[in-house]
């Protein structure tokens, strides 16, 4: 079964600090993966996915990702954060490995950002 | 353009009662999709229309929960028999075939 690994349950860093949030999956074949942001009292509000194609992903706000299929991982990236990046992270696969699958969520990474 | 729309916002509700709640897709969006979010539990999926097929309903925690669409867009939610381990925020997102899902903001449910 389809599953996702989000390792730090909260990291903190400085403004002005680059991030990378890591996210492994488990899936057999061509996984679509997908990163959500949730603020406090929000939904979740996504970021940017993976279906195919170049391995680096462009999202909104400034995030990246990298699929990189030897290592089942689709970490999340951002060079410089901003006091308002804090919130929580969720990465997720798609079951059945179709664009419309439902979502396996990781357990999230909390953010917290340091003037 | 306008998002996902959730209602209520928040809801109270006695143990035993049955509640609904409402969800309304982007429009245009053929898939919809319910999902529950608590605590102890993560991120949970409930269940899943596309279009006109059989919903999927595997992830529905038990028979009090069930689930409809009328005419491809509205979804309605449906705890009867509400219980205390149902409170959860309980989150609706819809979803074109080029996937990636837009999340409403919840309805946030609580059971004393």
């Known amino acids: 079964a389809q599953s996702v690994t989000q390792p730090d349950i909260h990291i903190t860093v400085s403004e002005g600090a680059s991030l990378e949030l890591r996210c492994n999956y488990s899936?057999?074949?061509?996984?679509?993966l997908f990163w959500y942001v949730q603020s406090p009292g929000q939904g979740l509000q996504l970021l940017l996915k993976?279906?195919?194609?170049?391995?680096l992903v462009q999202g909104i706000k400034g995030f990246e990702a990298e699929f990189k299929r030897s290592q089942s991982s689709f970490n999340l990236r951002k060079p410089s954060v901003h006091w308002s990046d804090a919130a929580e992270y969720f990465c997720?696969?798609?079951?059945?490995?179709?664009?419309?699958?439902?979502?396996?969520f990781g357990k999230g990474t909390k953010l917290s950002v340091k003037p | 353009g306008a998002g996902v729309s959730q209602s209520p916002s928040n809801k109270v509700t006695e143990k035993g009662k049955d509640v609904e709640l409402r969800c309304d897709p982007i429009s245009g969006h053929t898939a919809l999709y319910w999902y529950r979010q608590s605590l102890g539990q993560g991120l949970e999926f409930l269940i899943y229309?596309?279009?006109?097929?059989?919903?999927?309903k595997s992830g529905l925690p038990s028979d009090r929960f069930s689930a409809e669409r009328t005419g491809g867009s509205v979804s309605t939610l449906t705890i009867q028999r509400t219980q205390q381990e149902d409170s959860a925020v309980y989150l609706c997102?819809?979803?074109?075939?080029?996937?990636?899902?837009?999340f409403g903001p919840g309805t946030r449910l609580l059971v004393l």
């Open positions: 899936y057999g074949a061509t996984p679509y």
């Open positions: 229309f596309q279009g006109n097929s059989a919903p999927d």
């Open positions: 993976y279906f195919s194609g170049d391995t």
């Open positions: 997102a819809s979803s074109l075939s080029s996937g990636g899902q837009y």
């Open positions: 997720a696969v798609a079951n059945y490995g179709g664009s419309q699958g439902n979502l396996i």
